[in-house]
């Protein structure tokens, strides 16, 4: 009569287990729906070019005024805005672990990019409808592609699509 050890009875069967596991996973497209990898990647690409192009088109400036939002239309300050990101720049050499200095430190510089990007101003170049229907158009298919990958797909479809 042959003894088994609870320990190795509970190892096979953990083992068991995890083969009849593995030998019944499906594997798993976008979204961990099965099937579609194939609709997703050529969605992916379709919205990346279309995005690139739609971004091509558009052009930024700057027309650096402080407070040109409002209507005032006076030139920038600058250097007000530079100030408390140089004193808290100070007062960090000064001690290190001054929450004062970094507090002004990273105040100045949130409120320095703040200020660049109100100063931008963006607008659409000069491109012909066939191209802005065909930027539009690769966009908006590509996120439909990506939208449809992401269902599942029936069951028909997805033996005929792994067994040809």
Known sequence: ?????????????????????????????????????????????????????VLNQVQVSSSFGFFNQWGWGRPAGFGLTLLPLLIGIGVLFFDGKSKLGWILSVGGLLTILASVLMSLSIHWAQTSLFNTLLMFGMLAAGFGLVARSLRAYPEGDEDSAQNP
């Open 1 to 53: 009569m042959q003894t088994v050890d609870p320990k190795q009875a509970r190892a096979l069967a953990d083992l068991e287990e995890a083969k009849a596991l593995i030998a019944g996973r499906r594997v798993r497209g976008a979204g961990g729906t099965p099937g579609g990898v194939g609709t997703f990647l050529l969605g992916v690409a379709l919205s990346v070019i279309g995005g690139y192009l």
